[in-house]
C-alpha cells in the first residue's frame, strides 16, 4: 500500500508526467467506450484519495466522464494509487493533448422519426 501511495505522488512529478505521457501515447489505459469519442485515449483516475475506498476507474478527456476499465487487472487497482488529481493536472501541463469536446449526441428515432421526449 506504501508503493501505491508514493506512486500517487510520483505521477504528479514532471517525470511522472513524462512517463505518463507515454502509457497515454500507447493506449496503455484504454479507450473511451462511447462512440462520439471515436476511441479518444482515456486516463486513470481514483474517486477517492483514500485508500481500499474505490479501485481505479479510466477518465475520458472528450467527453469528460468515467468508466470502468476493460481489463480485470486494471479495475483490481486502488484508484488511491493515482488519485483525482492527475487526469485533471495531466491535461493541464500537457495542453495540446486536450481534445475538443464531443457536439454530436445520440438522438433516438423509430423508423427514422425522432422519439418525442414527454
Do not use: E, W
Not at 462520439?36 to 486513470?44: F, M, R, S, V
Not at 493536472?89 to 475538443?100: A, D, E, R, S, V
Amino acid at each position: 500500500m506504501l508503493y501505491g501511495l508514493i506512486h500517487a505522488r510520483y505521477i504528479l512529478t514532471s517525470k511522472g508526467m513524462a512517463a505518463m505521457l507515454d502509457k497515454y501515447k500507447n493506449y496503455d489505459f484504454g479507450r473511451c467506450p462511447r462512440v462520439h469519442c471515436c476511441g479518444q485515449p482515456c486516463l486513470p483516475v481514483g474517486q477517492s484519495d483514500i485508500p481500499r475506498s474505490s479501485n481505479i476507474k479510466i477518465c475520458c478527456p472528450r467527453c469528460d466522464d468515467i468508466y470502468y476499465p476493460r481489463s480485470k487487472y486494471q479495475g483490481n487497482i486502488d484508484g488511491a494509487y493515482f488519485g483525482t488529481t492527475f487526469p485533471h493536472l495531466f491535461l493541464m501541463t500537457y495542453g495540446h493533448l486536450k481534445p475538443q469536446k464531443v457536439v454530436q449526441s445520440y438522438v433516438p428515432r423509430v423508423f427514422g422519426f425522432k422519439i418525442h421526449k414527454p
